[in-house]
């Protein structure tokens, strides 16, 4: 059981930070918009992540250079995209960032947070490479890739279906404008620390 707390603290540890992911997630449960499904990508995508980083897939990164490269511009890319995106979203103020008016279709929002989810070099130097050499030092890896699963399923859960809390001060366009702003800030940061190492 000690590797198994160990893993979902260490997980819980590098999820907890907001990024690109955590941005999607919030914005999604405050327009209560495919939450579960939501929700659920992104606890099995880090499951899939972690099994690879505690068995040992943090060495194929390493050891190909190019896959590690093809990652960050990849990633740089899609942040640029999706920063552009929040930031239209807020100069367009009004009633088009009311949640009614924001509705998209569940094959949208997956693509979206697949992108978000698997082009996302942070994503991968924490599940894969951070978590993998954690788990190196540990007795039972099994454990401590159970712990980090769980810690994932957590969060994302709770950060998802808690965030219809914030759905009353929401109910006004310029919180909406804030948050847009918010999320823009969130992906040219993450852009703009991988283009420079």
């Known amino acids: 059981m000690i590797s198994f707390f160990a893993g979902l603290g260490t997980g819980l540890s590098l999820i907890v930070a907001i990024g690109a992911q955590n941005a999607f997630v919030l914005k999604q449960g405050i327009l209560r918009q495919h939450v579960f499904w939501v929700c659920l990508f992104c606890a099995l995508s880090d499951a899939i992540l972690v099994a690879f980083g505690v068995a040992g897939m943090s060495i194929l990164a390493e050891s190909m250079p190019w896959f590690a490269q093809a990652l960050k511009w990849g990633g740089v890319a899609f942040l ?20 009614e008016g924001r509705r998209a279709g569940l094959a949208t929002t997956m ?18 490479v951070l978590l993998g050499a954690v788990a190196s030092q540990w007795p039972n890896k099994l454990d401590f890739a159970l712990g980090a699963m ?6 994302f859960f709770a950060l998802g279906y808690g965030a219809r809390l914030l759905a009353p001060v929401f109910a006004r366009p310029r919180a ?4 847009e702003i918010c999320v823009g800030i969130v992906m040219w940061s993450i852009a703009l620390k991988l283009i420079i190492g």
Do not use: C, E, M, Q
Request: positive net charge; proline residues 4%; hydrophobic residues 55%.
């Open 176 to 179: 909406w404008t804030v948050l």
């Open 111 to 128: 693509l979206t947070v697949a992108a978000i989810t698997w082009l996302n070099p942070h994503v991968w130097l924490d599940t894969v």
């Open 80 to 99: 640029l995209w999706y920063g552009a995106k929040s930031f239209r979203a807020a100069l367009s103020g009004g009633d088009a960032l009311r949640p």
């Open 150 to 155: 769980s810690g994932s399923v957590l969060f």
